[in-house]
């Protein structure tokens, strides 16, 4: 893989999925203090402003007009609309049901990339993909199980979805900016809805003990900021639909955080399905082998007379191959 996409994406995408499966552990600490909606606002505003404050101070270059209203999709997409349907859907469906619902990303991601034709399909990524379920099943039955499925379980399969085409959205993007700037203006654009959660919010801020604060910071800084930045960088160096099977490890990755942060201690069960999904996502990354025995002989091109007026390149031109 190192081979194939270069080491700077290899590891961005594994820095990103380290990144973001410390999520949860510091959800579930900072909402000990803060309220959903006055999280939403005080994260995302923090990492809107560091994002605007590093493009002032470095002066970053502006969008393209024709491109400004991908960069407002892609920010709805994966911050504004994405935030608001997870952060719903949580307040009625058991914690391992929202995180095996919201782990469907990387299925419809695929998905719409094979019917796009923007990307390849095979036995082992549908295999993976079987498996990488399979495990987060086996991972939900062990934190206790699903519960009831109700309508907010269809808020998280959306904001999953969602998820999936900010990827998409930035996809083209990508060609013609760099990662932090794609982050950045997406960022900003998608932090303006939780405006309609300001009030109250900094009452909470005035009451948050120096541990809360500290979370508050990790959590604007690292998963809602410098992720995203890896995250671009990784979708910019291999096709999305692979970049997002590896995502299917943040909540095998967030179990021993998880239990060093706020103590929660996986079971057996949870253990094992977590090696499933391992397991899956190994699978669905291979690169199938082309058998080049059996491909047909081709015959090597022939040779094409040139005219010989032809044959000296006009003065001041390039060979064609150069």
């Known amino acids: 893989m190192v081979k194939r996409f270069g080491a700077g994406t290899v590891i961005a995408v594994f820095a990103t999925v380290l990144i973001w499966s410390t999520t949860f552990a510091a959800l579930v600490a900072a909402l000990d203090h803060f309220s959903p909606q006055h999280l939403l606002f005080l994260r995302w505003t923090l990492t809107a402003l560091l994002f605007a404050g590093y493009a002032v101070v ?3 270059r502006l969008p393209e007009r024709g491109d400004i209203w991908r960069f407002v999709l892609a920010g709805l997409l994966g911050f504004g609309v994405y935030q608001l349907l997870l952060v719903n859907g949580q307040t009625g469906v058991s914690a391992a049901m929202a995180g095996f619902l919201v782990n469907m990303s990387p299925v419809f991601t695929t998905v719409i990339g094979v019917a796009r034709g923007s990307e390849r399909s095979s036995g082992f990524v549908w295999g993976g993909l079987v498996l990488c379920v399979a495990g987060l099943a086996v991972m939900g039955l062990g934190a206790g199980g699903f519960g009831a499925i109700g309508p907010s379980a269809l808020l998280v399969v959306l904001a999953a979805l969602s998820f999936s085409l ?13 990662p932090l700037e794609v982050t950045t203006y997406a960022v900003v654009a998608g932090s303006l809805p939780f405006l309609f959660f300001a009030p109250g919010s900094m009452e909470a801020l005035t009451t948050a003990s120096p541990g809360d604060l500290f979370t508050l910071l990790f959590l604007a800084l690292f998963p809602g900021g410098i992720a995203y930045v890896l995250w671009s960088r990784s979708v910019a160096g291999m096709p999305p639909g692979l970049a997002a099977r590896f995502l299917y490890l943040i909540p095998v990755l967030g ?14 069960m949870t253990v094992l399905g977590g090696f ?14 082309v058998r080049t025995d059996l491909l047909p002989a081709q015959s090597p091109p022939r040779a094409t007379a040139v005219p010989a007026t032809s044959r000296a390149a006009a003065p001041g031109t390039a060979p064609a191959n150069g």
């Open 276 to 289: 499933v999904t391992i397991a899956g996502v190994a699978v669905a990354t291979i690169r199938p082998r």
């Open 166 to 178: 900010y990827t998409l959205t930035t996809k083209p993007l990508l060609a013609r900016y760099r």
């Open 255 to 268: 179990l021993p955080i998880a239990w060093a942060w706020v103590g929660e201690v996986p079971d057996t």
């Open 58 to 60: 470095t002066r970053m």
